[in-house]
């Protein structure tokens, strides 16, 4: 099962939006509405920021939203804060009834 | 309270063997699949087993499977992950992940361990 595929890194200045992309196959992104993102600051475990491609868990604020369109999954965080900085990543439920993720992005807060 | 804690990483050589465990508290433990992730240091996630709730369903990456094992006792609240014929490529920090649905499978986790250890190397 191949890595979905996602910028390395992306950046944006405090008060700017900005998008991640997660890029699969018909077998995992396309193929199912289990498409999940993941904050991780250093040294910390990941959290949940969205999953079911849209859904935000309780707390995690309204900047951050989720969409996708066919192969391609995306996060959206707007009005950039500096604690936003820190990697993020994407996962998906495959037809192998396993789970896949993303290599990762570095969000940069200019 | 949501707990997990893995414990068990260690430094050890390939080949050898490791078992991991994850000692959760705060749930009701029997009625959630739970589930290992692990972080090479520097690198991405990687997904490595899923287990049922009562243990009679097991899936595992394609890069562990025939290596690793993943097993719960439900009567101690602890999952585990037996390491078998390690490599080097298995270095990385192991989390546990807890399913957030009672009695069904999800492919998202809202509580992770602090992650454990584990390097392997000659």
């Known amino acids: 099962q191949s890595a979905l595929t996602q910028p390395a890194s992306v950046s944006g200045s405090p008060g700017q939006s900005i998008t991640i992309s997660c890029t699969g196959t018909?077998?995992?992104?396309?193929?199912?509405?289990?498409v999940s993102w993941y904050q991780q600051h250093p040294g910390k475990a990941p959290k949940l920021m969205i999953y079911?491609?849209?859904n935000r868990p309780s707390g995690v604020s309204t900047r951050f939203s989720g969409s996708k369109s066919g192969n391609t999954a995306s996060l959206t965080i707007s009005g950039l804060q500096a604690e936003d900085e820190a990697d993020y990543y994407c996962s998906s439920y495959t037809s192998s009834s396993t789970v896949v993720f993303g290599g990762g992005t570095k969000l940069t807060v200019l | 309270e949501v707990q997990l804690l893995e414990s068990g990483g260690d430094l050890v050589r390939p080949g050898e063997s490791l078992r991991l465990s994850c000692a959760a508290s705060g749930f009701t433990f029997s009625s959630y699949a739970m589930n290992w992730v692990r972080q090479a240091p520097g690198k991405g996630l990687e997904w490595v087993s899923t287990i049922s709730g009562s243990g009679g369903s097991t899936y595992y990456a394609d890069s562990v499977k025939g290596r690793f094992t993943i097993s719960r006792d439900n009567s101690k609240n602890t999952l585990y992950l037996q390491m078998n014929s390690l490599r080097d490529e298995d270095t990385a920090v192991y989390y546990c992940?807890?399913?957030?649905?009672?009695?069904?499978?999800?492919?998202?986790?809202?509580?992770w361990g602090q992650g454990t250890l584990v390097t392997v190397s000659s």
């Open positions: 992940a807890k399913d957030p649905v009672e009695n069904s499978r999800t492919w998202y986790w809202v509580y």
């Open positions: 018909s077998s995992d992104v396309g193929g199912y509405n289990y």
């Open positions: 079911d491609v849209t």
